[in-house]
């Protein structure tokens, strides 16, 4: 990771557990150098690296909110489950793998995950890191929103900037003032051609700001 004058935000949501895609895309940043990283949540579900993701975040000193599947890792009890469909039942056994691997130590961990980050920025400008929306962490905000949709979902105090995930799709638009950045997907990118998403905000010595959505290949 390189510091010095300039910070570089890198931005990342939905892992989903898979942690060759996160290595990759870590790969990548660390050739262009960043400051700080972001994770927008749904960290380790459905795998099949749950365990080498939360250790590798936990090695890079990521900033990470807490997404839908975060959440049902650590609250939902398996023991209350019941699964009727073929696909539920993969599901099933799958949620169950996943909070063996990890242990109980780290599905607590997950459980105590903030559901929102807000951080300042060198330019004055407050930055928030949801899974979701402002109004709703639970909610999503996707690109295909219209701004009234939107609007709904940026709630009262929004903050300046807010980077958010869930829907696997980049895209960066502002609405009310606000600038939103989808900030895609690093194990579940929509397409043919398997790929991770990263974004990263850079500030420079005269605090303007830029953002730049990459996508790494993979395989």
């Known amino acids: 990771m390189h510091y010095g004058w300039r910070v570089r935000l890198l931005c990342l949501s939905d892992i989903h557990g898979h942690d060759g895609a996160l290595a990759a895309v870590l790969a990548t940043a660390e050739k262009r150098g960043y400051t700080h990283l972001l994770v927008a949540g749904d960290l380790c579900f459905p795998g099949p690296g749950s365990l080498a993701v939360w250790q590798r975040l936990v090695a890079a000193r990521a900033v990470c909110v807490q997404g839908l599947s975060d959440r049902a890792l650590a609250k939902l009890d398996p023991t ?12 099933f056994e799958r949620f169950v793998s996943v909070r063996r691997d990890l242990g109980d130590g780290v599905v607590r961990a997950l459980g105590q995950l903030p559901s929102t980050h807000r951080m300042p920025l060198p330019n004055g400008d407050e930055l928030l890191l949801v899974h979701g929306s ?86």
């Open 134 to 219: 402002p109004a709703d962490p639970t909610s999503l905000i996707s690109h295909d929103m219209s701004d009234d949709e939107v609007r709904r979902l940026l709630g009262d105090d929004p903050a300046d900037i807010v980077v958010c995930g869930g829907t696997h799709v980049p895209f960066d638009r502002v609405v009310m003032d606000v600038r939103i950045i989808g900030v895609g997907s690093v194990g579940e990118a929509p397409g043919d051609i398997p790929h991770a998403h990263a974004t990263f905000i850079d500030f420079s010595p005269e605090n303007t700001m830029s953002v730049d959505q990459i996508t790494v290949p993979l395989g």
């Open 80 to 91: 209350n489950l019941a699964p009727k469909t073929d696909h539920e039942k993969r599901m």
